[in-house]
């Protein structure tokens, strides 16, 4: 820094560098972000010939929409700003401050005396030679951090992260990137290298990669603009302090120059309270601490106002006038109630006229009123100024327009702490509404409550009608929520399409099972959304304090538990939670990391189970089983982890991923065999209410060269509930009429109807295991396998008998008239590398081959140990 003094006021034509970037009108917008980053500048001016035609600068990366395809080809002249304001080179330094700030400016084009470009002068510039080094070391960093700062997830995108900027106007965001990482930040620096860089970045963590740099708050300013200067950079993070003034691990603000600045200012206040106590020796030693003090009232940004012991206006400074509207002529004779809003009580100014006269000091937030009656916050700091004998002679008062900081304020507060899309209170309100409660109730020694809500197949509505109607239907939900609880009890979204109610006293659980009988007759009531009526029900788990938790985390928990075995047991319905709940969640939780870390590492594998037609000894087919030998929880049964993959919304990911295995399989047989048997995969009831699962399959198929005939669906009976105009029930015409077969899984132990028999493109029906076990000595499972049989055979229906394990089993089914069968007799699940081998034994042949006597595929030992049953 200069060694100017506070009384100095330099002219900026001496104070600015050279060198300015310059750019053509028409350069694309991704030239000029490059130009600027090499050059290390904050802005270009835009010219044509000798003609300046405006500036474009990092803060006019706030306002690009990043979702734009053809951003980067934008030239320059459609996003600059125009004209340039610019200053003379004689300006003074304090002028071209109060310019800055009035219009909100963090650069200032400095012209020179041949009317040409000179400089720019920026921020950095103002506070290293306004001369303020004492007044910086005197003051610490927590003293410049007014505001919380913008906070956005590292999962957010580029997009929407600038619109956040924007709409905060803030020229820099930290980032939380979760996981235990240490917080990052996001400028408007970032953007331009970003844009540079020409990155197809969709999220901030893909741009994040560079630890947020803090200091206490305790830190002198002095050393924090030197810890900028030094490393580079515009912004630090700034930590929370205890009593002792160490460092907390909690960030409280960010730090900039626009910060210091505005902290110079009020430093100039308490040099304005010096000068004017000092008025007599002032005058006896030296007129220039007067001119000092004119100059502080004349050039400050923050409006002065200088009043007798009574109150009586007796001066006000240049800023007075532009923040109310009123002459120093209409000023200067009244008394501060000319700017009374009126929103504030007599007790308000009478305790401050009480602190003013015994303590010569009060400082606050105020509302008042321009003289055009618009009504603003301001930040004001009255000083009494007293004679040598202590009596007051006058008051002097500083104050700032705060309206623009307490909107944003209000703004952020509002995001952390509800709901965007219903107004509800979001997860963090609703912790602290929980801990309050639990105060509360441990203290008054009573019960409380937290029911876990959550929609019931919401994401059919999203799949089916968009995520507009998917917000509609939660905006009503919301709304019918808090029309039913009872009074005193709160609702939250804790997200997608979660809610809670917090109960915070409960008398009875009599009345806790009547309010969620009620939330539920209430939600299943029909509603309206873009023109199509939705029947929407939820299922709902409740845990009670002290019983079931005693933290806001514990019953949160077990009352998500609770929620999932109300779907278990039908949906549409409540339960309370138990600790056997709780043990189960234990163990899902332990095969939840497990699946995911099997789907991210790709350990799970496909066995294959032939299919034989025991009269022709012909191989028909066979199934892909998706298995999963986990190092740690060892080999897990499909039963156990496809239905948690369901809950998990993973199924979709899991079933493509088995559908490519497939299909990259049958590719690596053909080049073996041309008589390679269709292979059937089962697929869930999530699948197929996805309206693009059919053109993903035939996609793949086609990208894999395949006929539609070596692949076979198999359906269990509880996917096939429909009526025909459900997606479901299109999507199975689509399949068929593309050559997939279809096939219905475990036959006779769902919802069998020879409606949908009749209607639905299916090709096959296959006989649950659980009818062929007993036979042939049970009579009872003999008869209804026959009477099955009857049924396909009567609707032109091909038969597989599942689950065969002996010679006696598979007699009696070919007897029958099912000669198709599958089971541990015929052939145990192999190893893809089995398949392979036999059929390069197979050779070439036009028809299906025969099925060796002597089949011994590669087996794992726990498949030894399995029943027949091959999922």
């Avoid at 300013?221 to 160490?246: M, N, S």
């Amino acid at each position: 820094m200069s060694a100017l003094k506070l009384g100095d006021d330099p002219q900026v034509g001496g104070l600015v560098n050279s060198g300015l970037l310059t750019c053509e009108p028409e350069l694309p917008l991704a030239d000029v972000a490059r130009r600027m980053r090499k050059a290390s500048v904050s802005c270009i001016l835009i010219v044509q010939g000798q003609e300046l035609l405006g500036i474009w600068s990092e803060g006019d990366t706030r306002r690009l929409d990043f979702s734009q395809p053809d951003l980067l080809q934008t030239p320059i002249r459609k996003l600059m700003s125009s004209p340039v304001i610019h200053v003379s080179h004689d300006t003074l330094l304090s002028q071209a401050a109060s310019l800055m700030k009035s219009k909100r400016m963090r650069r200032l084009l400095v012209m020179g005396a041949d009317a040409k470009p000179l400089g720019m002068l920026t921020q950095s510039d103002i506070v290293r030679h306004q001369g303020v080094e004492n007044y910086l070391l005197m003051r610490n960093v927590g003293s410049s951090v007014h505001a919380a700062p913008l906070r956005l997830y590292a999962s957010l995108s580029i997009a929407e992260a600038v619109t956040r900027l924007r709409e905060a106007g803030t020229e820099a965001a930290i980032v939380e990137r979760g996981r235990g990482q240490p917080p990052g930040i996001i400028t408007e620096r970032d953007l331009i290298s970003l844009l540079a860089e020409e990155l197809p970045a969709a999220a901030l963590q893909e741009v994040v990669h560079n630890e947020l740099l803090c200091v206490p708050r305790s830190m002198s300013l002095l050393k924090a603009v030197d810890l900028l200067r030094e490393k580079g950079f515009r912004h630090l993070g700034v930590l929370e302090c205890d009593v002792d003034g160490e460092p907390l691990d909690k960030l409280c603000g960010l730090l900039s120059f626009n910060d210091i600045l505005a902290s110079i200012e009020y430093e100039y206040v308490n040099q304005l309270r010096a000068a004017i106590e000092a008025r007599d020796y002032a005058l006896k030693a030296s007129q220039e601490h007067l001119l000092l003090a004119q100059k502080v009232i004349e050039t400050s940004l923050d409006g002065i106002v200088i009043t007798d012991p009574k109150g009586v206006i007796q001066a006000v400074n240049p800023s007075f006038t532009t923040l109310t509207g009123y002459s120093a002529e209409e000023a200067i004779g009244q008394t501060p109630a000319l700017l009374s809003s009126g929103l504030h009580g007599e007790d308000f100014y009478r305790d401050m006229w009480t602190s003013l006269t015994k303590q010569g000091y009060w400082q606050g937030e105020i509302w008042n009123r321009r003289k055009n009656g618009e009504i603003y916050a301001e930040w004001l700091t009255i000083t009494a100024i007293r004679d040598l004998e202590g009596e007051i002679l006058q008051f002097a008062a500083i104050f700032s327009d705060i309206t623009d900081r307490k909107r944003k304020e209000e703004q952020i507060h509002s995001l952390a702490y509800y709901d965007d899309l219903t107004g509800l209170a979001n997860r963090r309100l609703l912790l602290d509404r929980l801990d309050l409660s639990l105060a509360s109730a441990k203290r008054h020694q009573h019960k409380m409550a937290v029911l876990f809500l959550d929609l019931d197949l919401f994401k059919r509505i999203n799949d089916t009608l968009g995520h507009q109607a998917g917000d509609e239907v939660l905006k009503e939900v919301a709304r019918r929520l808090e029309t039913n609880i009872n009074d005193g009890d709160s609702v939250a979204r804790l997200g997608g399409d979660e809610f809670t109610v917090l109960v915070p006293e409960v008398e009875t659980l009599h009345l806790l099972e009547t309010e969620a009988s009620r939330l539920i007759s209430a939600l299943i009531q029909p509603l309206t959304i873009m023109q199509k009526t939705l029947v929407v029900s939820t299922s709902i788990g409740i845990s009670v304090y002290p019983d079931d938790g005693v933290t806001a985390e514990s019953l949160l928990k077990h009352a998500d538990t609770a929620m999932y075995r109300a779907k278990e047991t039908g949906r549409n319905n409540y339960c309370f939670y138990n600790a056997v709940m709780g043990e189960r969640n234990y163990t899902d939780l332990a095969v939840e990391h497990g699946l995911r870390k099997a789907l991210e590492n790709q350990t799970l594998y496909i066995a294959y189970q032939p299919k034989i037609d025991v009269a022709t000894r012909k191989w028909v087919g066979m199934e892909a089983l998706l298995r999963w030998q986990d190092p740690e929880l060892g080999e897990v049964s499909p039963a156990e982890f496809i239905p948690l993959a369901e809950r998990l919304g993973l199924i979709e990911s899991l079933g493509d991923w088995v559908i490519d295995e497939v299909c990259q399989q049958l590719v690596a047989w053909q080049k073996i065999s041309p008589c390679v048997p269709p292979v059937s995969i089962n697929v869930s009831a999530r699948q197929l209410v996805d309206a693009q699962f059919a053109q993903r399959l035939f996609a793949r198929l086609e990208g894999y060269h395949l006929e539609p005939g070596l692949i076979e669906l198999e359906l269990t009976e509880s996917c096939l509930v429909l009526t025909e105009e459900d997606i479901q029930h299109q999507l199975l015409k689509d399949l068929h009429a593309g050559g997939v077969q279809i096939s219905i899984d475990d036959f006779g132990t769902g919802y069998s109807s020879l409606s949908y028999l009749r209607k639905l493109p299916l090709s096959t029906i296959k006989i649950d295991a659980s009818f062929v076990r007993e036979l042939p000595e049970n009579r009872e499972d003999g008869q209804l396998v026959r009477a099955i049989i009857g049924m396909a055979q009567a609707l032109g229906l091909q038969i597989v008998a599942e689950g065969v394990e002996t010679q006696a089993q598979a007699t009696l089914l070919q007897g029958l008239g099912s000669p198709v069968c599958q089971g541990f007799w015929l052939a145990r699940p192999a190893s893809p590398e089995a398949i392979q081998a036999w059929l390069h034994k197979a050779g070439d042949t036009s028809l299906w081959p025969d099925f060796p006597d002597t089949w011994q595929p590669l087996v794992t030992q726990a498949e030894e140990n399995k029943p027949s049953s091959p999922e």
